[in-house]
Structures are given as structure tokens and as C-alpha cells.
């Protein structure tokens, strides 16, 4: 009752659009057993077509890594999300990766995040397909997968719904 009164009541249903153009792929298939066994969360990967990450909802930048290879944002329910770009590409230490924001950056849905290098990763053997996890999965009382296969387009399919637990 007071949250409404308020105003700080959080939204509980949350849709995560496409934060890139590529090929969706099972999570199960991520040539990475941290990502492919789901230790670091429930979600999918897009084998990218394209080299740019968009914000897929409203929120800030919790955690940018300093390597530039990967992201956690934060929606305003509560929700955060892991965006990896690649796979090893720690290995790489920056090189072909360009953050467009910084920890603690407030950001709407379609901004650019992450610019990279599809050709650079690829070069030095790694692979770039990218896995999109929920980061706090125990605050997620649902998750619904809403594509499981084919390509999507960044900023327009809805790839996840999250339903928040109270």
C-alpha cells in the first residue's frame, strides 16, 4: 500500500528484447561450460551478425567489465542481466571492444552499449557467440524463453520475459 502511495512499486513482468542481430542459440550450446551448464544463470546466446550491443530495456549499467567484453545492466524492477560477448575474449584485453557507457550510466531501450570487432574475435580464434543471462536468477520468480530459434533483430523480438518474485 505505501509503495503506491509513493510511487515505488516495481514492475514484476519484464521484457528483454534483442540486444543484438544474429542467430539465437541454446544456451546449452554455448562452446563454454560456465555459460552451456547455466552456472551463471538462465538465458540464451545470439551468434552475432553484427558488431553492436543495445540496451534491451530501460535501466542503468551495474558492471562493466574493464575489458570491455561484457556487461551487466539493470532494470528498474530489479532484474540484471549478463551480456558476454564472446567466448574467452578476456584473452583479448580490450582489443576490438568499445564501451559506449560506463558503470552507473542510466540508459533507454535501444541506446548502444557495446560496439565490437566481429572480425578481430574470430582472428584470434574465439568464438563470438554471446550468451545473455539473468545475473540474479533467484529474484526471478518465472522465466520465459519467447524465441528459441532462428535469427532476431536487435530492439525488435522479445527474446525473454521475466516475471520478478514480490
Not at 57 to 72: K, M
Not at 106 to 115: H, M, N, R, V
Amino acid at each position: 500500500m505505501l509503495s503506491k502511495l509513493f510511487g515505488k512499486s516495481k514492475q514484476k513482468t519484464i521484457e528483454i528484447l534483442a540486444p543484438l542481430t544474429g542467430k539465437v542459440v541454446p544456451l546449452t550450446e554455448v562452446p563454454d561450460e560456465a555459460f552451456a551448464g547455466k552456472h551463471m544463470g538462465d538465458g540464451l546466446a545470439i551468434e552475432p551478425a553484427e558488431g553492436e550491443i543495445i540496451a534491451p530495456f530501460d535501466g542503468t549499467v551495474s558492471h562493466l567489465i574493464h575489458t570491455n567484453h561484457a556487461i551487466i545492466i539493470e532494470h528498474a524492477s530489479g532484474l540484471q542481466l549478463l551480456i558476454h560477448i564472446g567466448i574467452n575474449t578476456v584473452a583479448l584485453n580490450g582489443d576490438g571492444f568499445q564501451a559506449r557507457v560506463s558503470s552507473g550510466d542510466t540508459f533507454q531501450a535501444g541506446d548502444t552499449l557495446i560496439t565490437f570487432d566481429r572480425d578481430k574475435i574470430a582472428a584470434a580464434g574465439y568464438s563470438s557467440v554471446t550468451p545473455i543471462v539473468i545475473a540474479n536468477e533467484d529474484d526471478v520468480k518465472h522465466l520465459q524463453h519467447m524465441v528459441t530459434s532462428g535469427n532476431v533483430t536487435a530492439g525488435k523480438e522479445i527474446l525473454l520475459r521475466a516475471e520478478m518474485n514480490s
